[in-house]
């Protein structure tokens, strides 16, 4: 069992600072029993980062995406429908984080007294801290991790990226680098059953992720990264403009290069052509 004591020496060990803005991606599961559970770990975050830094978490809501317009999903009416039932509208003050999706640590987190949110129906984040508010105020609605995104804001503040027992494939951080290397896939949208219960279009849906494993070696050769353990957690702390100019400048050479392999991925498949007929459209020019 971790004392919340431990969990804040490994935190300090692998070089969160007072003062710093963090951006967590987490699984508690990885850390493994602390005293406290899960406001244990969150209360040695906020130990770590002192009465100046900033946590920020993912809180997104993703049960309220109906229907996906790119890559093309077909549905019949009869199941347009029925998935349009089972979504529940957004309310930033009481709709609960996706927990299957980021981890039980973000809605730990959204329940605080002191934490903000921001307003995105889908991509939502909790901030907690100094400038929660900056964080979290007047974020885009399209392109949602994208410029002036909670995410760009980290990047903007110099902030860092901490992944908590997660592997480099959920570092959403790097949607920003596709959006700013403008690689062509990021300008999908989907359709979003809105609070007011109606439907609504959103661009720069972000898209899979499990490429992104493929920046690894590249951070850690680079230096870029410092690897530790936290609790019992397999973790690495990296800086937010660091780990995107890297990306970024990735990403010109090859924009399909953060593309999952699996043939099955229609996503990733989708995306691959999309990157293909532009560079053949690019040639022609
Ligand atoms: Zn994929």
């Not at 317009?69 to 609960?96: G, N, V, W, Y």
């Not at 860092?160 to 949607?175: D, E, F, M, Q, R």
């Not at 290397?181 to 989907?190: D, I, M, W």
């Amino acid at each position: 069992m971790w004392s919340q004591q431990d969990i804040s020496s490994h935190l300090h060990a692998i070089g969160l600072r007072a003062g710093d803005s963090v951006l967590v991606l987490s699984s508690l599961r990885a850390v493994g029993a602390t005293v406290g559970g899960a406001t244990g770990v969150l209360n040695a975050l906020l130990d770590a980062i002192g009465p100046d830094g900033n946590l920020l978490f993912p809180s997104f809501t993703l049960g309220n995406i109906v229907t996906a317009k790119c890559p093309p999903l077909i549905m019949s009416p009869a199941d347009e429908r029925l998935a349009a039932a089972l979504t529940t509208p957004f309310d930033a003050q009481s709709t609960p984080a996706d927990t299957n999706f980021v981890g039980a640590l973000p809605e730990i987190a959204r329940r605080h007294p002191d934490s903000y949110r921001s307003l995105h129906p889908l991509y939502s984040f909790v901030a907690l801290g100094a400038d929660s508010e900056f964080f979290t105020k007047a974020t885009p609605h399209h392109y949602p991790l994208g410029s002036e995104s909670p995410i760009a804001r980290l990047f903007q503040k110099d902030g860092k990226v901490l992944l908590l027992g997660v592997p480099y494939s959920a570092n959403i951080a790097l949607h920003l680098a596709e959006i700013w290397a403008e690689v062509p896939y990021t300008r999908r949208t989907l359709n979003y059953r809105t609070s007011g219960d109606q439907m609504c279009e959103m661009m720069g849906v972000p898209g899979c992720r499990i490429g992104f494993c493929r920046l690894e070696p590249l951070m850690k050769q680079s230096r870029l990264q410092r690897a530790g353990t936290i609790g019992s957690a397999s973790s690495r702390l990296f800086s937010m403009r660091m780990a995107t100019s890297l990306a970024t400048t990735y990403l010109y050479g090859e924009p399909s290069g953060l593309l999952c392999r699996n043939p099955e991925c229609d996503r990733c498949t989708t995306a691959r052509k999309l990157c293909a007929t532009a560079e053949s459209t690019s040639d022609d020019t």
